[in-house]
C-alpha cells in the first residue's frame, strides 16, 4: 500500500521551496557568482554545441569533395557525411549519463578538462585522417564524447543556483548554441578557405578546448548542493564512482510522465538537427553561393540565440511548460508551411522567400526546445531527481538523432544531369522527404509535450490546478 511518503516523491519540488542560492539575501558577491557561473556555462556551449550547429558548413564541403575522386569523400552519399554530424550530436547526448555522475562526484573542473582534453585530440584526430570512417569516428564519435563531457556541467550545474530566473538563466546559457553559430559559421568558412579544412580542425580545436578548460574553473555546485553529493558519495569506493551512473527512482522512471517527457525529448531531437545540418547544403540548390551558404548558418543561429533568451524570459513568466508546449507546436507547423513549399516551388526566387521565413520561424520556435527542457524537467520531477533525469533524457535524445538525422540525409535525393554529373548534388525537390519527416516528427513531439503538461496539472497536488507552470 502506498505510503504518504511514497506518494510525496513523485512529487516536484514546489518553486519556492527549491534549495537554490537565488533564494538567499542578495549581496553583490552573490549576483557576482550567479553571473560568473552564467557566463562559464555559455562559453561551454558556445565552444562545444555551439560550434557543431556550424558544421553545415562542413557538409557543403564535403559533399562538393565527393565528386573528387581523390578525396576523403570520394563516391560518399549525402547520408554517409552526414553521419560525421550525426554522430557528433548523439554522443553529445549519448554518453550523459556518464558526464552527469562524474560532474556530481567530482570536482566539475575536473570533468571538464576531461572533455576538453578528448575535444582537441578528437580535433587533431580528424584533421590527419584519410578516409570517412576515420572522419566518422573521430570529427563524429569521439569529438561528440569530449563535447558532451563539457557538455552537462554546463547545463546541470547552473538550473541549481536559480529559482526564480531559471528560464532566463538556461536561455541565456544555451543561446551560445546560436552565438557559437553566428560565430564560427563565417570563421569556419574563411579559414577553410585560406588554410584548408585539415588546418581548420586543427585551429577550431586547439580554441576550444583551450576557452573550454578556462571555464571549468568557475563551474560549481552550490554550497547547499555540494553538502547533498558530499553525504551521497560517501559510500562509494573510486571505481564505483567511475563506473556507476546514477540511475532514475524506479516510481519515476516507470511514471506516465517520465515516459510522455521521453517520448517529446526523443522525437524533438530526431527531427530538430535535420535543417540545422543541411541549410548550407540546401541553400546551394537555391542558387546561393557558399559564401552566403555559410551566412544563412549564421543568420539562422542568431535567431536561435536570441529566440532561447526571449522564450526564456517569456517561460519564467507563463509557465516553463506552457512555453515548451507553445513553441513546439509552433515549431512543428514549421517544416510543412515553410520548408515543404520552398521545396516544392516553381521559381528559385518563391524557394528563397519560403526558406527565409523557414530560417527565422524555426530558428526561434524549434531552438527553444534545448532552452526549456532542463527548466521543465525540475518543474516535473523536482530538484532531487533533476540530475540522473537529465542524463538519462540526453541520453535517449542522442539516440534518436542517430535515428532520425540519418534517415532523413537517405531520404534526400541527388539528381544528375544527362552526362552522370550532378551540378549541387541534389535539387531543392530532392528534400521534400525530409522536410515531410521532420514536420511529422514535431508534430508527434507537440503531442508528447502536451502530455507532460496535462500529467503535471492532473498528476499532483503540488501543481493541481494551476495553469502557470
Partial sequence: MPTQADALELQPAATSTLPSPEGQPCSSRNKMQHAFIVVAATVIVICGPGLLFAYGVFQELFESLSYDESSPF???????????????????FMAGPFATAWCKRYRPRYVIWLGAAIFLLASMLASVSAHLWQFQLTQGLLLGVGICITYMPAVSIPPTWFDRRRGLAMGIVLAGTGIGGVFWAPVLRALISKAGFRNTLRISGAICSTFMAMAGLVLEWPPSRKAALAVENASLSRTASIFTISLVDWKVAT??????????????????????????????????????????IALSTAINAIGKVLIGYAADRIGRLNALFLTTMVSSVTAPALWLPSCLSSTQSEGRCFFIAFIVFYGIFASAYAALFPTSLVEVFGVQH????????????????????????????????????????VTSRGYENASILVGCLLVAATLAVLWVRIEATLGTNVHRGKWRL
Fill in 74 to 92: 570520394s563516391g560518399a552519399s549525402t547520408a554517409q557525411i552526414d553521419l560525421i554530424g550525426t554522430l557528433s550530436v548523439s554522443f553529445m
Fill in 255 to 296: 511514471s506516465r510522465k517520465f515516459v510522455a517527457h521521453a517520448l517529446g525529448a526523443m522525437l524533438q531531437s530526431a527531427a530538430y538537427y535535420t535543417p540545422v545540418f543541411f541549410f548550407a547544403s540546401y541553400t546551394r540548390t537555391l542558387g546561393y553561393s557558399q559564401a552566403t551558404s555559410a551566412s544563412f
Fill in 386 to 425: 533533476f540530475a540522473s533525469v537529465n542524463g538519462v533524457l540526453y541520453m535517449a535524445r542522442g539516440v534518436a538523432t542517430l535515428v532520425g538525422t540519418p534517415l532523413a540525409g537517405a531520404l534526400i535525393h541527388r539528381s544528375k544531369h544527362v552526362d552522370g554529373k550532378a551540378s549541387v548534388g
